[in-house]
């Protein structure tokens, strides 16, 4: 069974791995114009050596992914049980269940999976699995509108700089720690707020081709606006790094907010 260090050292990886992904999206789509999600960047480093780090990320993404949903359980970064809270909370447990997909789907490619779909496919698949249920349209326009609230969530990251408090104060009072921090989050920000428009609109037309990944997303802007959000997103990247080195894993708090928790409801009874 893997120990707290383990699995702090193995969300390490994971960060690393999301600078790799999100610095590969933003540099494809400045130097060639190709726009990819996820997916298709471990598509794209599924060849050669690229199998041997796709491994080592698969580990890092399944371990990160744990990482965020298991924040987003107990809340370890005290956002609360407000609607805010919840919403802030709720965005970490979509991105854990993200980051968990990346990484099996990183696991099969490294053990000799083949190619994936085109940009978009796995989004439109999805949102065709949903829209085949009873309440599927429902389900969709709840997840678009949580797309929305994580990017304004990003959008509110990059103005107050908050990502700085999760950081060792080496690396925080960094200014170009800080710059890059900001423009990675608002980058981000656009992104999942078209890939929140295209899902609600997906919803409302009950028709799965209207959804989109991030590579749909960033190809649909416009072309100046494109390079801007693509080098964002680069940026992103080299913050993500950053925060394999320097991110505080284990908050030292966590355990007094959870014990301060416990106490609550053990009085309210």
Known sequence: MLNIGTMESLTRVGFAARGIIYFLIGYLALRTGRTEDGSGILDYLNSGAGKLLLGLMALGLLAYGLWRLSEAAIDSEGHGADAKGMGVRAGGAISGLIHLGLGFYAASLAFGGGRGGSSGGGT?????????????????????????????????????????????????????????????????????????????????????????????????????????????????????????IYRRITDPHVLERLGSTARRATSGR
């Open 124 to 244: 439109q698949e999805g949102a065709a699995t949903a829209l085949s249920f009873p309440g599927g349209q429902v389900a969709l326009t709840l997840v678009a509108a949580g797309l929305v609230v994580t990017a304004f969530v990003q959008f509110m990251k990059a103005f107050r700089a908050g990502f700085l408090k999760h950081l060792d104060p080496q690396a925080a009072r960094k200014s170009w720690v800080k710059a890059i921090g900001r423009a990675g989050y608002a980058a981000r920000g656009v992104v999942f707020l078209i890939m929140g428009w295209f899902l609600w609109r997906s919803a409302q037309q009950s028709n799965a081709a209207e959804a989109g990944d991030m590579g749909t997303a960033l190809a649909s802007l416009p072309s100046t606006l494109q390079l801007i959000v693509a080098a964002g997103l680069l940026l992103f990247g080299l913050f993500s790094m950053v925060e394999a």
